[in-house]
């Protein structure tokens, strides 16, 4: 939500909100120049609705979707707190300004979420709404299909069925021809390092990043229990810089 209040204000400085925004690290700077993109696509009555939607987020106590949130993430936020903090979390802020002030503090690395409903990935932006088991099923299918086209059709009698299922896979469209150059598969698959029961939707989360947004990125992990989503927060950062040359094309992932 600190991102999108940036973006707001950096949008008003003209021509050099650029340059002030690129020297804000971290997540919230990448939040403010995702936000700013976003703001930069609209007509100007979606612009001005779009800016008083952010204002209002950014007055509440909790962030607008916080139940999406899975609670480990909810859990870990409020382990150093006072014991007040969950109260005011629970009450969504209460109605006295400690109350509401601890909730913001608890909540404060938090993004707005969507509203759950997607059954099926058309846009980058639908990923935000699948809910915590498909966004799971959809990440290890595209990190299967990963391994199979780095290990090649040679080395994929050895492993188990899901791999096997996805060399069928990605034999044929959307996936044939659509998975990027296959030494860029093999740099994907080898930099995760992870338990094998989470190596592969890291995987999957490294291919997709390129194509999701740094807020989308963060909504999928918070909707995941926290053990998986620091997993697929490390294929995100791992994947977020490579450019879409170098990944699977949105076709092939959609269609997993």
Request: glycine share 10%; net charge positive; with cysteine.
């Amino acid at each position: 939500m600190i991102g999108r209040v940036l973006a707001v204000a950096a949008r008003k400085l003209g021509g050099d909100r650029d340059g002030v925004l690129a020297r804000i690290a971290g997540p919230v700077g990448a939040e403010a120049r995702a936000a700013v993109a976003e703001l930069d696509k609209l007509d100007l009555g979606k612009l001005k609705l779009t800016r008083a939607e952010w204002a209002a987020q950014a007055r509440a106590p909790v962030p607008a979707g916080f139940r999406a949130i899975h609670p480990t993430w909810i859990e870990a936020a409020l382990a150093p707190l006072p014991r007040r903090a969950r109260a005011a979390v629970a009450a969504g802020g209460g109605t006295e300004p400690i109350d509401v002030w601890l909730a913001r503090w608890a909540t404060a690395s938090f993004v707005a979420m969507p509203p759950l409903g997607k059954v099926r990935v058309r846009t980058p932006d639908d990923v935000a709404g699948l809910d915590a088991d498909t966004l799971l099923v959809w990440l290890a299918r595209i990190g299967a299909d990963q391994l199979a086209y780095a290990l090649g059709s040679s080395a994929i009698g050895v492993f188990g069925p899901d791999l096997r299922e996805a060399a069928e896979r990605i034999r044929q469209p959307p996936r044939l021809g659509q998975l990027g150059p296959i030494r860029a598969a093999i740099e994907r698959c080898e930099a995760q390092r992870s338990d094998e029961q989470i190596r592969v939707v890291e995987i999957g989360a490294s291919a997709v990043a390129p194509h999701l947004s740094a807020i989308v990125r963060r909504q999928v992990v918070a909707r995941l229990p926290r053990a998986v989503g620091l997993g697929v927060a490390r294929g995100f950062a791992a994947g977020a810089a490579t450019g879409l040359d170098r990944s699977p094309t949105w076709m092939a992932l959609a269609g997993t």
